[in-house]
């Protein structure tokens, strides 16, 4: 990369045919962002993620000291001394779910951010340089695509040492491919536009014109691919923990979920021990599932609802005349 | 003809790929998986069979070349070894016997997922901003967030535990011999309600999202107006005309699900130990049984590269531009 990139401002500056492209990537991702803000679906996707953030950053201070520290305080419902009742080695469930937060969502939002970097740089590269890369690129993206992936999950983690950084690992391995093969056709789309054509007749070296000029005009699915990398992320780590596969030791919800099973909460109908782990899975993906609609509804206008159905576009005749 | 004959040759590369896979992880992970699974389980092996166990792992440091081709033979000929957990039972039995169990299950709630969500998506789009398209889809957005295996245990608990209405486990009930007579299909029927309605409750949102929004872009072409301007049925124009051409990203979504269900059908399984893969799979992992993993793993990707393969013959049947092309 160049030494530009630190420094916007002077890019702009020496570079005047730059301008045009970082000021559009700019007004794009602004513009982007004011409308998620509007967007009720994004606003509430965004919240329920920052609670959620922010209980995991404070779990330290409500809870301190060891969360997994076993008692004699075995199994209790949940009561006003422990808000969700305690496991049945009488650890607090509300401590184990805090806690578990930090490593689920650190997990997740690694592994969901590292895979979509690893597509960007396939999908990108693949549709840019055409050709021989390009075949054997997509040839890859395609195998790993098809490849069914838990049962992938299982086997690499099963020969890796335990551990977060295996996790986070294994997750990429089986998760970048899905966001290569949606990169690489927008890619394509941009590639044959004439600002690229341009670019390259001025004479701007391949990482520029990839960097500078095509990956900020793919914003939207790039963002859309990162949210569906985290989800994805977040359910396989719990899937993989929940096989007894992932770090045991590490607190974690998957992993809280494993224990609850080996413990036999389940069968002894100890409902509030596996509850909150799985609710919080659901709703921080749930969460990231909403943002990502809402960026799908700002970038493909005919899949916003019809607040009232005024003008007519062809969807809506057929549908409204239905009714009637 | 020649589309049919490149997704084959792309089909057995993708295989070759998931054996080679095998073939080098143990070689390239560190330490020794050998004594590690041997130190866990609890069988005593002779001598010569702890060798060809190291033979097969890559462990005693041989050259690399000639064992690829021995190992490729080995799997070729459909020998993966011996189960450990389950010595001396070889691998492939093993899995033979669960195989079937994880391809109804996985089959059973593909199929009703697919048609229901299609037909959900299809409503939907049909009356977009009606009842079903303001409701559903966020409902099962929000279901589908939902791990496949913590639903399954809350469909344990809830019609398993408390209310007592349906089979907790297994595939059938103890004592009751496998056989082709009523009594039986319907119990094992019975016992695959649970397990197949958590997984079509996860996977029913995806698709009709997916045939919701294709449908919607279908609805505004011309040919939609022009069948309106001839006085069909709107039911007719809904399911002949707008429907039909919605379906193919379905289609081609559902080749790439396979894999996903099997997944989900996996943890599904180690809830309600159903007796497949999956839950013969966690045995494996918990007895460090490698050479069951490795061949579940390849098992399950046979399976769902020839699934796929069936998915681009139907393909083929119904999108005449593949044919020519």
């Known amino acids: 990369m160049s030494q530009n990139d630190t420094n916007p401002q002077t890019a702009v500056a020496e570079d005047p045919t730059d301008e045009s492209a970082v000021n559009r990537a700019r007004v794009n991702t602004t513009r982007l962002l004011r409308t998620l803000l509007r967007n009720g679906k994004a606003v509430a996707g965004l919240s329920i993620i920052l609670v959620f953030i922010i209980l995991a950053l404070l779990a330290p201070l409500l809870f301190p000291g060891d969360p997994s520290h076993i008692t004699s305080d075995g199994a209790s419902t949940p009561s006003l001394q422990h808000l969700l009742g305690t496991t049945t080695k009488g650890q607090d469930v509300l401590g184990l779910t805090l ?5 689920s969502l650190f997990v997740g939002f690694a592994a969901g951010i590292f895979s979509t970097i690893v597509g960007v ?104 691919t990162l949210l569906g990398c985290i989800i994805g992320s977040i359910g396989a780590q719990a899937g993989l923990e929940f096989l007894g596969l992932g770090d045991v030791n590490t607190i974690s919800w998957g992993t809280n979920l494993f224990w609850a099973t080996s413990d036999g909460s389940l069968m002894l109908g100890q409902w509030w021990i596996f509850v909150p782990s799985g609710l919080a899975i659901a709703l921080v993906a749930f969460a990231l599932a909403l943002c990502n609609y809402a960026v799908d509804e700002i970038t493909n206008p005919r899949l916003r609802r019809p607040k009232h159905a005024t003008k007519s576009t062809a969807a809506t005749t057929v549908a409204r005349k239905e009714e009637k | 003809m020649s589309f049919l004959l490149r997704r084959l040759g ?32 609890q069988q005593r092996l002779e001598p010569q069979q702890v060798e060809a166990l190291r033979t097969m792992m890559g462990v ?6 000639p064992e690829y081709f021995a190992y ?34 996985g089959l059973t709630s593909l199929i009703i997922a697919v048609i229901l969500g299609n037909l959900l998506g299809i409503l939907a789009a049909w009356r977009r901003g009606g009842f079903l398209d ?11 967030s939902f791990p496949y295996f913590w639903l399954a245990m809350g469909a344990l608990y809830i019609f398993g535990i408390n209310m007592g209405v349906a089979p907790m486990s297994h595939a059938f009930s103890v004592g009751l011999v496998p056989g082709f007579n009523l009594v039986f299909i319907l119990d094992v029927a019975a016992h695959l309600i649970l397990p197949a309605l958590t997984i079509v409750l996860v996977s029913l949102g ?14 505004s072409e011309d040919y939609i107006l022009m ?81 796929n393969f069936l998915v681009d013959l139907v393909y083929v049947r119904l999108d005449p531009r593949v044919r020519k092309g």
């Open chain 2, 206 to 219: 995806g698709w009709m999202l997916g045939m919701r929004n294709t449908m919607i872009a279908t609805n």
């Open chain 2, 10 to 41: 792309f089909y057995l590369l993708a295989f070759w790929a998931s054996i080679t896979l095998n073939f080098l992880l143990p070689r390239l992970m560190p330490g020794d998986p050998v004594t590690r699974m041997l130190s866990r389980s």
């Open chain 1, 99 to 103: 806690w578990g937060a930090r490593s």
């Open chain 1, 121 to 224: 740089l396939v999908g990108l590269s693949g549709a840019y340089f055409g050709r021989g890369l390009d075949e054997v690129l997509s040839l890859v993206t395609n195998v790993f695509l098809l490849v069914p992936g838990l049962p992938l999950l299982v086997i690499l983690a099963a020969f890796m040492p335990p551990g977060i950084g295996t996790v986070i690992v294994v997750l990429v391995i089986t998760g970048w491919a899905g966001s290569a093969r949606v990169m690489r056709s927008q890619a394509m789309s941009i590639r044959g536009k004439d600002y690229v054509a341009a670019a390259l007749v001025s004479g701007e070296r391949p990482l520029r014109i990839m960097v500078r000029e095509i990956l900020p005009n793919m914003a939207s699915v790039v963002m859309t």
């Open chain 2, 227 to 307: 069948a309106e301007a001839k006085g069909l049925r709107p039911h007719r124009i809904m399911l002949n005309y707008a429907a039909r051409n919605a379906m193919l990203p379905s289609v081609t979504s559902m080749g790439m699900s396979i894999g996903f269900i099997v997944g989900g059908a996996l943890l599904t399984e180690v809830v309600f130990a159903y007796p497949g893969v999956g839950y013969q799979l966690l045995g494996a992992v918990q007895g460090l049984d490698y050479p069951l993993m490795q061949g579940m793993f390849l098992t399950i990707t046979a399976a769902v590269l020839i699934a």
């Open chain 2, 134 to 144: 303001s409701v559903a889809p966020p409902l099962l957005v929000f279901i589908g």
């Open chain 2, 60 to 65: 005693d440091g041989g050259p690399i070349i």
């Open chain 2, 72 to 105: 490729l033979g080995r799997i070729l000929t459909g020998d993966f070894g011996m189960s450990i957990s389950r010595f001396p039972t070889p691998v492939s039995e093993v899995i033979a016997s669960q195989l079937p169990w994880t391809l109804l299950l």
